[in-house]
Nanobody, 121 residues
């Protein structure tokens, strides 16, 4: 099995910063990509940022220039540095890891439980 665990959420005032971390562990041959998604109340889940093993990144337009995703491949860990936070960033942030299994060499997506980020105005 694969475990994905997030940390770093919390309450912050508008304009502040938070750093989220996400670590994948367990039966992992390799990880193709890791990403952060968020879901606000009454809204659909959306991609925030994603990074591949090679370092290719993509961001939602709403966070470009404010959020930075980075990755430590040796630790199977991804980080999301969030600056200039806005109340509209309030959501549950979930991490997803695209993991290749060691026995089948097939990729599957594993999700963490999520961490709450609340930005007050």
């Amino acid at each position: 099995q694969v475990q994905v665990v997030e940390s770093g959420g919390g309450l912050v005032q508008a304009g502040g910063s938070l750093r989220l971390s996400c670590a994948a562990s367990g039966r992992i041959f390799s990880i193709n990509a890791m990403g952060w998604y968020r879901q606000a109340p009454g809204k659909q889940r959306e991609l925030v940022a994603r990074i591949t093993t090679g370092g290719t990144t993509n961001y939602a337009d709403s966070v470009k220039g404010r959020f930075t995703i980075s990755r430590d491949n040796a630790k199977n860990t991804v980080y999301l540095q969030m600056n200039s936070l806005e109340p509209e960033d309030t959501a549950v942030y979930c991490c997803a890891a695209e993991v290749v299994a060691p026995t089948t060499l097939r990729a599957g997506v594993y999700w963490g439980q999520g961490t709450q980020v609340t930005v007050s105005s």
